[in-house]
């Protein structure tokens, strides 16, 4: 943290690490739900499009606190909005234990999703503002690392307390360790102020994300979100009979995605934010098909090639606002990332009743049991290629829009 470059007086190393363990809370939300999902099903006998509809709760409170978190960053500060994260973190893990309904589930993982969006919002920009160029996208892959990083440890821990026979209940409460962490890191400390003036405007701020670029990268934050999610958030149904562990494959995808953000700011430095998106498009759209095709140990090798295409989708995009347009400041960051977080609430039951679906068609087929459930898995999976696929097309796009835009650029001429 010795490069920080605006944190004169501040804690930057426990500001990051809280920041580190308040994404790590949203990654277990997501990784243990996502292991619970066939008990929630079995316990409360609700089908796949009624489990989307859950899933879509914590991907619409993630914009709704992101987009509001935005607009006030620079008025209540990011102390306020880890606040309100911790809040509604604490209140929507004890309310999904204990609601015991489709109703309070629903209730209980948007007030989840509130907290993580909220997490997102105050800690994008701190990061933006404490560090410049090339140290600043290593900062921001490092700290995005923790949401693959603490998928892993959910999706093991979801793993082996589901084979010990533990209840869906006793994985939520995991949740809650790294909620308190967070919030003892960043009781009392203060909060970095913006580097570019304009950031701390919302005038500056509207003036910057009305513009064809900014509109273009919304676009392309909605494919990446859910070409990332979907498959991932869906996997312990879809992938349940392909011969492969289902958490141990989101075990391995996250875990590789969060060694990838370590090494993030070399591969930026390297290939610039739009080479690493067009290269991370073309192995995300071969990872979903190969799953969509492969069982038994070649999952695994699937998994391997869908990691290294997802691993640099968000927090590369999020530091392609920061970057190339940063007078949108903390609005632009938190706009763009509740852009991806929308389309998932969107697509999640759309994916749900694509399994409904797929089982049918399967069915009258004349399949059944194990067999039904891949085949229609693997007709879903292949449905989901597209979202990758297009953004091949777009990031192309994009490349050859900023290699134009950097060409245009008047040389500054050399000192006398």
């Known amino acids: 943290m010795e490069n920080a470059t605006n944190m004169a007086g501040i804690n930057a190393k426990r500001l990051f690490y809280g920041s580190c363990f308040a994404l790590i809370t949203t990654a277990l939300s997501f990784s243990i739900r996502a292991g619970i999902l066939p008990q929630l099903g079995e316990e409360l006998n609700l089908t796949a499009e009624q489990l989307g509809y859950i899933n879509s709760m914590w991907f619409l409170g993630f914009p709704i606190s ?8 620079h008025k209540v500060g990011g102390k306020a909005i880890m606040q309100f994260a911790f809040f509604a973190h604490a209140i929507g893990i004890i ?24 997490t997102e919002a105050a800690c994008n920009p701190m990061i933006a503002d404490a560090y410049e160029g090339n140290m600043m996208s290593k900062m921001m892959n490092r700290f995005h690392m923790w949401f693959p990083g603490g998928i892993v440890i959910g999706s093991l821990v979801s793993k082996f307390m589901t084979d010990a026979g533990l209840g869906w209940e006793t994985q939520i409460w995991v949740i809650m360790i790294p909620t308190l962490i967070y919030a003892y890191l960043f009781f009392g400390q203060s909060w970095p102020k913006a580097k570019v003036a304009e950031a701390a405007s919302i005038v500056g701020n509207l003036k910057a994300m009305i513009s064809p670029l900014f509109i273009f990268m919304m676009i392309c934050m909605s494919l990446t979100a859910i070409s990332e999610f979907g498959p991932q958030q869906w996997v312990g149904l879809i992938l349940s009979k392909s011969g492969a562990s289902p958490m141990i494959i989101l075990a391995l995808v996250t875990g590789i995605m969060a060694v990838a953000r370590y090494f993030g700011g070399e591969a930026v430095h390297r290939f610039d934010q739009t080479g690493v998106l067009l290269g991370s498009a073309v192995l995300a759209t071969i990872g979903v098909f190969l799953f969509s095709t492969q069982t038994g140990a070649m999952a695994y090798v699937a998994a391997i090639v869908f990691a290294l295409g997802i691993a640099y989708f968000w927090p590369n995009m999020i530091g392609f606002i920061a970057d190339k347009i940063p007078k949108s400041g903390a609005l632009g960051m938190s706009i763009i ?9 969107i697509f999640q039951p759309i994916i749900g009743k694509w399994i409904d679906s797929d089982r049918e068609t399967v069915a009258s087929s004349g399949l059944t049991g194990d067999e039904l459930e891949l085949v229609a898995g693997q007709a879903t999976l292949e449905k989901m290629t597209l979202f990758p696929g297009i953004l091949i097309i777009l990031f192309t796009i994009l490349w050859f829009w900023i290699r134009k835009r950097k060409a245009d650029q008047p040389v500054a001429a050399p000192a006398t």
């Open 337 to 345: 990332g509740a852009v991806g977080m929308f389309a998932n609430s």
């Open 95 to 118: 309310m999904t234990i204990y609601s015991g309904s489709y109703i309070g589930l629903m209730i209980s993982t948007l007030l989840i999703g509130l907290g993580n969006g909220c």
């Open 66 to 73: 992101m987009v509001i978190g935005g607009l006030i960053y």
